[in-house]
């Protein structure tokens, strides 16, 4: 969201640099590569063909042995109530379950893993972690 770049550059000015791309397989080019790609809150926002391409773009990114981390809300059996009603109100229509984030992740990153979360917040809320290693 070009806002929340904007919002970045006035709260951080110098201390780093704020770009809105495309997820596209050619949203890195010129960047170099990378040992980590962390998209946070990202994937639930996204259909399944563009986190595809998110993961595409982390897998040519990504040096040999570097590794993808997501974090997005999930939906888990016997989850607390409120965090299902947060979850279903989030302004993002792809909340996924686990199963369901690791098929897209395990497309370009055969041996992902997920981990489940329930206590990052001060309030009742389900994450996702989501950790993938290149393939040298």
Same mark, same amino acid.
């Given at each position: 969201?070009?806002?929340?770049?904007?919002?970045?550059?006035?709260?951080?000015?110098?201390?780093?640099?704020?770009?809105?791309?495309?997820?596209?397989?050619?949203? @890195?080019?010129?960047?170099?590569?990378? #040992?980590?790609v962390i998209?946070?809150?990202?994937?639930?926002h996204?259909? #399944?063909?563009?986190? #595809?391409?998110?993961?595409?773009?982390?897998?040519?990114?990504?040096?040999?042995?570097?590794?993808?981390?997501?974090? #997005?809300?999930?939906?888990?059996?016997?989850?607390?109530?409120?965090?299902?009603?947060?979850?279903?109100?989030?302004?993002?229509?792809y @909340?996924?379950?686990p199963?369901?984030?690791? !098929?897209? !992740?395990r497309?370009?990153?055969?041996?992902?893993?997920a981990?489940?979360?329930?206590?990052l917040?001060?309030?009742?809320?389900?994450?996702?972690?989501?950790e993938?290693?290149? @393939?040298?």
């Amino acid at each position: 969201s070009e806002d929340y770049i904007s919002a970045a550059r006035i709260r951080f000015g110098a201390k780093g640099t704020f770009v809105t791309r495309a997820v596209t397989p050619d949203a @890195v080019e010129g960047l170099g590569q990378f #040992d980590v790609v962390i998209a946070l809150g990202v994937l639930h926002h996204l259909t #399944d063909t563009e986190a #595809d391409a998110l993961f595409a773009i982390a897998d040519k990114a990504l040096r040999p042995k570097g590794r993808v981390v997501t974090c #997005d809300g999930a939906f888990v059996p016997s989850q607390n109530p409120f965090a299902r009603v947060l979850l279903r109100l989030d302004r993002g229509r792809y @909340v996924r379950t686990p199963d369901g984030y690791l !098929a897209i !992740a395990r497309r370009r990153f055969p041996d992902a893993t997920a981990q489940i979360v329930h206590d990052l917040l001060p309030i009742p809320y389900t994450h996702c972690i989501i950790e993938g290693i290149k @393939v040298a």
